[in-house]
């Protein structure tokens, strides 16, 4: 019995979210009294021994060049062989976008339960439930798991971080690797900006910013807090930013642990997708826009006067330029 | 060319959230149901905008639900598709619904198996994996473009921080989100003949689920929102470093 986590990597280095769920796994392992250990593929340039100081003892490693590219299916083959193969009970992944493709593969591989969007650790004191995210970030509910093997999927934000000071040993793992189905032609990454999905920092805008021209004061922000940019629905679909800023019920669900909201009115169907921020920020000139009833700290007032002061006072603090 | 587009029944967007039976049932009343908006607005109007280009193209709907779901399938024949399927039972899991789906599949013999991104209820984005995996078929997750040319797709998805333009051929598996197409309004024409549609009731196969959930909760309350005077915004920053902690 071990816990398994699929340690995701792009361009070679090891996602941020997978240190969370890293950590998950190593107290699931911690709590049940067993151990956890990771799983790594494609060639990487991180240093995967260092991925003990979340508690993981062992890493498996596939590195072949031909893994280096995502592919759910041939990614689900090699994640359920060691399964198998180390006798893992418990599979932990990001639900990330990758997470998203493989954990249902491997459900249907393994025959064993899935609960996507986990926020916590598993109940063992009677079968083994997690809490789940549902309702689109509405609600929650405790989701019971029947098979020996069970495959979690961890919301992004919803599990700390902890390091100590251990050191995975490498196992590396050769196999015969399927073949390709889904050719990749293109991969376009914007750099050098925080991905949304997994940002600590946000900072949105909405139909209160008048046009696209105006963004300045909402990226200025960001920029100083080194935070992420989002929007609600109406700003991306008249284009005034790329769909994938758009977060809400029918667009990306994030849980930040600031969420800064500037001109955005508050409407349900945008709450849901980010009222489980830990740290809510409204900006808004109408004293009774809903969006403050769900927020922690607000400000009622003009955002193109009141966000370029915020934006100052938070690079003096920084000590910016 | 045969397409079926895989259809859930959600609660409204703005409906709502409590739940019964001491916390293990959602709670129905006074709740309006719709077509899950990621199934009708991309799936469904991306298949009929393939139709409309092809017209030999057939467009196969599937829900797996009980007899009063009835209502939202022809909801969506309204807007298009030539026949309905309704698996006749209560959804268990993922797992059971993908096994149900996969069961009339492998009679119809699909080119293109469409679903939502997700469920806006229970956000388990795993339908289509689930249903790629039986049928060990490609499946690409959170598609935001979908192209044919012959039998080769060529479709974009979002990945972390942006997208990635996926070439395959068909058959394949596609969850759909924004970007797929349009959100359309059914038309008088539509709605009239989705009601001489067929619109079949199957029976389930044995399939059992592999989780349940045992009981829902409701997030805290949020504490209460802390006003701060508009010409003050360094109070701001100051709280948000020294008693949110936030950077
Ligand atoms: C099925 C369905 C799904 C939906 N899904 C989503 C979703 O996923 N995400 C989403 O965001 N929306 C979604 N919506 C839309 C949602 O209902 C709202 O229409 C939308 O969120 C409103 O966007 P907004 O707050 O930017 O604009 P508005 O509602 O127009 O609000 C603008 C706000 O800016 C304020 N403002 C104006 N000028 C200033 C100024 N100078 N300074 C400060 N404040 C100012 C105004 O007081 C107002 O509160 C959905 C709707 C439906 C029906
Ligand atoms: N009961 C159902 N009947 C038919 N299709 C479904 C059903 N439940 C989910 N789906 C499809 O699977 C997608 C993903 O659902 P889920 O994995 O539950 O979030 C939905 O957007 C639908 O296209």
Redesign the interface.
């Known amino acids: 019995m071990s816990v398994l986590v699929f340690l995701d990597q ?1 361009e070679g280095h090891v ?1 941020k979210s997978s240190f969370e769920a890293a950590s998950f796994a190593a107290k699931i392992a911690e709590q049940t009294g067993t151990e956890a250990n990771g799983i790594v593929l494609g060639e990487v340039k991180d240093d995967l021994q260092s991925l003990g100081k979340y508690g993981i003892k062992k890493i498996y490693h596939a590195a072949d060049a031909q893994l280096n590219q ?1 592919d ?2 041939i990614y ?1 083959a090699l994640i359920a062989d060691t399964v198998k193969s180390s006798g893992s009970n418990v599979v932990v992944l990001s639900n ?3 997470g ?6 491997l ?3 393994l ?7 986990a926020v916590g650790l598993p109940d063992t004191s009677n079968g083994f ?1 997690v ?6 970030g ?10 020996d093997i069970k495959i979690i999927t961890l919301n992004a934000n919803a599990f700390k971080v902890t390091e100590g000071s251990g050191t995975a040993t490498i196992e590396n793992i050769t196999t015969q690797i399927p073949r390709r ?10 750099k050098g ?1 925080v ?4 940002a600590e ?1 946000v900072v949105s805008g909405g139909r209160g910013l008048k046009g696209p021209e105006n963004w300045g004061i909402v990226t200025d922000l960001a920029k100083a ?2 935070a992420a940019t989002a929007c609600s629905r109406p700003v ?1 679909d008249s284009g005034w930013r790329p ?2 800023e ?1 977060v809400g ?3 990306l ?1 994030i849980a930040p ?2 969420y800064f909201a500037i001109g955005i009115s508050g409407a ?2 945008h709450l ?1 997708g980010v ?2 921020s ?5 900006i808004n000139k109408d004293p009774e826009a809903p969006f ?11 955002a193109f ?2 966000v370029p ?2 934006t100052e ?2 690079k003096k ?2 000590g910016q330029k | 060319m045969k397409i079926l587009v895989c259809i859930s029944k959600t ?1 409204d ?2 409906a709502k ?1 409590s ?1 019964t039976d001491n916390d293990t049932k959602f709670n129905e009343s006074g709740v309006q149901f719709i077509i899950n ?2 199934d009708e ?1 991309y799936a469904l109007v991306r298949a009929i905008e393939l139709k409309e280009k092809d017209p030999s193209t057939i467009i196969h709907l599937v829900h797996v639900g009980p007899a009063e779901n009835d209502a939202i399938i022809r909801k969506a024949l309204a807007l298009g598709g030539d026949e309905a399927f309704r698996i006749n039972s209560h959804p268990g ?3 059971y619904v ?1 096994g149900q789906i996969v069961n009339l599949a492998k009679e119809q013999h699909y080119d293109l198996i469409f679903t939502g991104k997700e469920t ?11 249903i ?3 049928l060990e078929l ?5 598609a ?1 473009k979908f192209e044919l040319n012959g039998n080769t797709a ?1 479709i974009t ?13 068909l058959p394949i598996v596609v969850s759909c989100q ?2 797929m197409a349009e959100q359309r309004i059914p038309n008088m024409r539509g709605i009239m003949s989705a009601r001489t549609k067929p619109l079949k009731a199957i029976e389930p196969v044995a399939i059992d ?11 805290a309350p ?2 209460g ?6 010409d003050n ?2 109070e ?6 020294e008693e ?1 902690k ?2």
């Open positions: 792009a996602k995502f759910d299916e689900t990330n976008f990758n998203k493709a493989i954990a249902p593969r459900s249907v591989r025959k064993s339960g899935l609960i996507s969007g439930k809490k789940k995210s549902v309702f689109s509405k609600a929650f509910a405790n989701v019971e798991i029947k098979t189905k889904v050719n990749v032609r293109e991969v376009n990454v914007v900006e991905p949304l999905a997994e920092l807090l080194g991306s769909h994938h758009h019920q029918t667009g669900t642990n600031m349900i169907q849901a009222n489980r830990k740290t809510i920020v409204v403050f009833k769900a927020a922690d700290y607000g400000i009622v007032g003009d006067e009141v002061k915020i006072a938070v603090l920084k | 609660p967007t703005t959230i739940f908006p990621y607005w899991d993922d797992y993908a806006i209820d229970y956000n388990g984005s795993s339908v289509g994996g689930m790629a995996e039986f490609p499946y690409i997750s959170l935001t060529t998805r979002e990945i972390e921080g942006g997208e990635e333009v996926d070439e395959a051929a924004k970007g689920p592999l989780t349940s959930i045992s009981s829902f909760e409701l997030p949020k504490q929102v802390k006003m701060i005077p508009a915004p360094e701001l920053v100051r709280l948000l470093h949110a936030v950077f």
